[in-house]
């Protein structure tokens, strides 16, 4: 081939990977312009007032595309597929309690995201911020909202694998006072302080006391319950194989997810409740794989995310393996059930 021909066919390459690289912009363009467009037969979507301290509301982030978008939205906790009403608080995760909300966001830059966790009051204004060390993954707020807690990757964007690395973190939001990781605590496991370059914490829930919490722990491809004294600065293991648990109102069970043998290796998961005081597993009616912190919306009914055509749809399922699962809202993730 003469030197002539390779100039040309270089010429060809080059022009062809710009013309891919032109229409893959263009596609996203398209995407991203559709997603601010309301989808016929979406939810109904209005901007509002939106409080932590209504009576009976579910808030939470509204996936549905259109102007509102990833906005903090709020439905009767009786009629959570009825018309929303939007805050224009955008965030990719939240929790609320006794007014106080916690709202992780997207900082966008010109060459890559930042993130960052906001404390809100009762009206959504914002207290405090504090910043996110990587892609948000789980928030919470303690049933007393005197504590916000987040979980962040740092390394890889999924817990399906065993490549990532997680920072969980807590703040007491009366004083600001932060926790920048639980890694700073002392672990206690089998009855003996443990030291490991590998342990990942994430997925923190609070007990009414101001003093507990519950939280995942994995060291060495295993993962572990977690009781955590705020006081005293530890975490003791409980239970093997427990993911994201989540406190039951009155205290006595946790529902996490739980891998199972023989699911995908993208979808390892089954929900699962514990009882703290006996220890014994029930698994709720729901056969798909829950890659979620569930949520109680009381003491016999669990609330989670599974994919939907925009993102994620809100499910419900008895807690003691009674019932079917169902859909209860379209395109919302990071649900929260507020008000006295």
């Known amino acids: 081939m003469t030197v002539r021909n390779r100039v040309l066919v270089l010429l060809a390459a080059v022009l062809a990977l710009a013309a891919v690289a032109v229409a893959s912009i263009l596609h996203a363009s398209a995407r991203a312009e559709r997603r601010d467009q309301a989808q016929p037969g979406g939810p109904p979507v209005t901007s509002g007032r939106v409080a932590l301290t209504t009576p009976a509301t579910m808030v ?12 903090l939205t709020t439905v009767p906790a009786s009629d959570p597929s009825g018309p929303r009403v939007a805050s224009g608080v955008k965030c990719l995760r939240f929790y609320a309690a006794s007014g106080t909300g916690v709202c ?12 960052r966790a906001l404390i809100l009051d009762a009206h959504l204004h914002v207290t405090a911020r504090y910043d996110v060390p990587g892609i948000p993954s789980r928030a919470r707020v303690s ?11 740092v390394g890889g964007d999924s817990y399906a694998g065993t490549n990532f690395s997680t920072r969980a ?18 672990v ?20 009414p006391d101001d003093r507990t919490f519950y939280a995942t722990l994995a060291t060495k491809a295993k993962t572990y319950l977690v009781r955590g004294d705020l006081q005293a600065r530890t975490v003791t293991t409980l239970h093997t194989n427990v993911e994201c648990p989540s406190l039951s109102p009155d205290g006595t069970r946790i529902a996490f997810k ?27 009616a729901e056969s798909r794989s829950v890659d979620d912190q569930a949520v109680w919306k009381d003491d016999h009914t669990l609330v989670y995310a599974l994919p939907g055509d925009y993102g994620a749809d809100l499910y419900t399922v ?22 006295p």
């Open 60 to 71: 939470f982030r509204n996936m549905a595309w259109g102007p509102h978008r990833d906005e």
């Open 104 to 115: 992780l966001q997207a900082v966008h830059g010109p060459v890559s995201d930042t993130y």
């Open 169 to 186: 973190a807590i703040v007491d939001v009366r004083t600001g006072r932060l926790t920048s990781s639980l890694e700073a605590y002392r």
């Open 188 to 207: 206690i496991k089998d009855g003996h302080t443990y030291h490991a370059a590998d342990v990942n914490f994430w997925g923190v829930t609070f007990a």
């Open 258 to 284: 739980k891998r199972v043998p023989g699911l995908p290796k993208d979808a390892p998961w089954h929900l699962y409740v514990l009882d703290l005081r006996t220890m014994r597993e029930t698994a709720p």
């Open 143 to 153: 049933p007393t909202g005197h504590y916000a807690a987040w979980t962040a990757f």
């Open 318 to 339: 008895p807690a003691d393996g009674t019932g079917t699962p169902r859909r209860i809202s379209t395109a919302a993730v990071s649900p929260a059930y507020v008000g």
